[in-house]
């Protein structure tokens, strides 16, 4: 694995407060093989899994940079939350779209007890937690399946992985037009005043808001290298989001990011090629 110190918008998190722990790739290794619970059930080895989909997104020039994983007491339940970024020293899809520090994040809980389906989200930011909890800011289920006997893992992780690249390809094109989009100055706080009367953030973050967009600090780059644009604004909002509790979180980021695709034409923007749609994948535009 390798340490990107540029993924600052990527952020994977995982919760275990209910009976689940933090384990790693050795100790799942290390479980034994769970038996069959009928003639339709296909339980799948913990790391089997996690090797599967390494292998996908290898093929994709893909690689993961951070990773989290959980498993229950029993061994039957596993969670994760990665941090993937493209592969310096080989093509990524991602090339032709890339910008500094662009990556990606996924979360993922499994079961071999029949007690829930595979599932896999990817967004900029996520979410998992032992309770059953999944979140991710752009809502995208790469993968959503039970552990049948026709079960083409290899395959469906494919099928997602590249579908939520098709879109975060559309993403970046967003990002740009917000970063060019600018604002008068009457217009932004007219913008802040809205999402503060539609309860996106606490009342008192109103200030705090205002400050960051038409005060930044110079280190904050994401808002001083793009004064009075969309994407200033963006980043004027979400700074104040990071200290929100999960849930309050991605609905406040949400929130914002429905306030600006609103300011952005998106008629013209092309959609990037991408294999056929995909039963699991369910996704508004990331931005």
Known sequence: MIQDKELTMVQAKMMLHCDAFKT???DLAA???PESMG???????????????????????????????????????LFG?????????????????RRAGQGFALA???????????????????FVCDNMAMTASEDAICLGRKHTTGIDLRGELQKGIHTYIGKQQRFVTMMDRAREYKLEDEDAKLIIYDAFVNNVLPGNRFPKVHRNYFEPEPEWKDISEFPRTLWALHNA??????DQKPTRFFKATEAIGGILRSRITMEDVPTADAPAHHDAMAADDPF
């Open 39 to 77: 003639t339709r059930h296909k339980p799948i080895p913990h790391i089997d899994f996690i090797e599967e989909l390494d292998g996908v997104l290898k093929d994709a020039g893909l690689e993961v940079t951070t990773e989290k994983l959980g498993v229950t007491p029993n061994g039957m339940k």
């Open 24 to 26: 790693t790739r050795q």
């Open 237 to 242: 909002f979400t700074r104040e989001c990071r």
């Open 81 to 97: 939350a990665l941090t993937i970024s493209p592969c310096l020293l080989q093509r990524s899809i991602l090339n032709d779209h």
């Open 31 to 33: 479980l034994p093989i």
């Open 108 to 126: 993922y809980r499994k079961a071999n007890d029949q007690s829930m389906a595979i599932k896999l989200l990817a967004g900029l930011k996520i």
